[in-house]
Each structure stands twice: as C-alpha cells, then as structure tokens.
C-alpha cells in the first residue's frame, strides 16, 4: 500500500488531496485467486470565517471520496476464505461520495 497527500494553506482556506494504491491481494490460503490492485483518490477543501456574530470559529467543510469513482474491492474473506477457489465472500467498495459541513463554537 502506498499513499500521499498534498495539502495547501492559505489564510482562512485549507485544500488537500490524497492518494492510495492498495496492490493486488490474495484471496485464497493457497494464492491461486484474488483481487486486482486498485488506486483511490479523495480532495476536499474548508474555509475557516473566523468569528461572525456570536460563532466563534465558524468553518465550512466539503469532501469527495472516491473522486474518480473507482470500483474495487474493499473487504474481502468475512464469511471465511477458502483453501483453494473462491467463494464470492467479496465487499465493493464504496462509489463517489460527497460530504459537507457547517460547525461553529459557541
């Protein structure tokens, strides 16, 4: 597995980027089946407002995983893994999602 960030500041505004790249895996005990590499990417940006009125540190956060809507396998063998073979007990991964947030102290 293998991942980066890159991540930039500027005043109030905070930006990142990040990478993973999770490598072919074996599925059986005897490594004759298994599930291709994949690589993952997730961006989001927030905005620090500072005070306004009576919030206290008032930020606006947005996020998106999967930014390229990769398909893979995420989990695999929770019913148990096979000795030889396969036995479909595979997760997908989650598709492109898109997450948001308003805080504030008060």
Same mark, same amino acid.
């Given at each position: 597995?293998?991942? *980066? =960030? #890159?991540?930039?500041?500027? $005043?109030? #505004?905070?930006?990142? &980027?990040?990478?993973?790249? +999770?490598? $072919?895996?074996? +599925?059986?005990?005897? =490594?004759?089946?298994?599930?291709?590499?994949?690589? /993952? !990417?997730?961006?989001? !940006?927030?905005?620090? &407002?500072? $005070?306004?009125?009576? *919030? $206290? %540190? /008032?930020? @606006?956060?947005? %996020?998106?995983?999967? #930014?390229? %809507?990769?398909?893979?396998?995420?989990?695999?063998?929770? =019913?148990?893994?096979?000795?030889?073979?396969?036995?479909?007990? #595979?997760?997908?991964? !989650?598709?492109?999602?898109? &997450?948001?947030? @308003?805080? *504030?102290? &008060?």
């Amino acid at each position: 597995m293998y991942k *980066a =960030n #890159l991540s930039y500041r500027w $005043k109030g #505004l905070e930006t990142h &980027f990040d990478v993973h790249y +999770y490598s $072919k895996r074996y +599925y059986s005990y005897v =490594n004759d089946t298994s599930v291709p590499g994949y690589w /993952l !990417a997730s961006t989001g !940006a927030r905005y620090n &407002f500072g $005070k306004v009125g009576f *919030a $206290k %540190n /008032l930020s @606006v956060d947005f %996020n998106v995983y999967n #930014l390229f %809507n990769s398909k893979y396998i995420s989990m695999m063998g929770q =019913n148990g893994n096979p000795m030889s073979g396969d036995y479909q007990s #595979l997760e997908r991964g !989650a598709v492109r999602e898109f &997450f948001g947030t @308003v805080s *504030a102290e &008060f």
